[in-house]
């Protein structure tokens, strides 16, 4: 193999992570939710887990999310597994979908050590812009399998008008 067929292939390769890497910043940064302990998380302590990278203070996850849009509403849908219809709180403000709720651990009831703690626990707020003003009032949402689902009817709008301004 010549030289210039390695360095062909590294530049190849090295493209390709590129590229790769600008798509995941762009689609996913969104995604990526800081989670913090609050009183109910119910996290144990650092000396029972024995995966170094355990952090009780917080710890970060990926929420992915799709957002369709039509002619007459927004349709977000959210994956936040793990948490009861109860644990979520959402609101609409400023042309943004709010979605915050606590992930509780539940402990084992055997004895044993923690080897491996990878999922994150605790409370979280996830923003969505939307792109269209909606009807918040008339907003639905249903939960199901770990999928949050929220529909929002867009608000009609207003064709823009002609006004003549008289100069005093």
């Not at 913090?36 to 887990?49: D, M, S, W």
């Not at 915050?100 to 994150?120: I, N, T």
């Not at 199901?144 to 002609?162: D, F, H």
Request: net charge negative.
């Amino acid at each position: 193999m010549r030289i210039e067929d390695i360095k062909q292939g590294l530049n190849s390769f090295w493209d390709s992570v590129s590229e790769g890497w600008q798509h995941l910043r762009h689609s996913a940064s969104s995604a990526l939710t800081g989670f913090k302990p609050g009183e109910r998380t119910n996290l144990p302590a650092k000396t029972e887990v024995d995966d170094m990278f355990f952090m009780p203070s917080g710890s970060w996850s990926m929420l992915g999310g799709n957002l369709f849009e039509d002619d007459r509403r927004i349709v977000v849908q959210l994956e936040v597994p793990g948490l009861n219809k109860e644990d979520l709180d959402i609101e609409v403000q400023d042309g943004t979908l709010i979605v915050r709720g606590e992930k509780r651990f539940e402990r084992e009831q055997s004895e044993g050590r923690y080897r491996v703690l990878q999922c994150a626990y605790g409370s979280f707020r996830r923003s969505v812009p939307l792109p269209a003003t909606v009807v918040s009032e008339q907003a639905q949402a249903t939960y199901r399998n770990g999928v949050l689902r929220v529909e929002l009817p867009k608000a009609e709008s207003v064709p823009p008008r002609k006004v003549n301004v008289t100069v005093n």
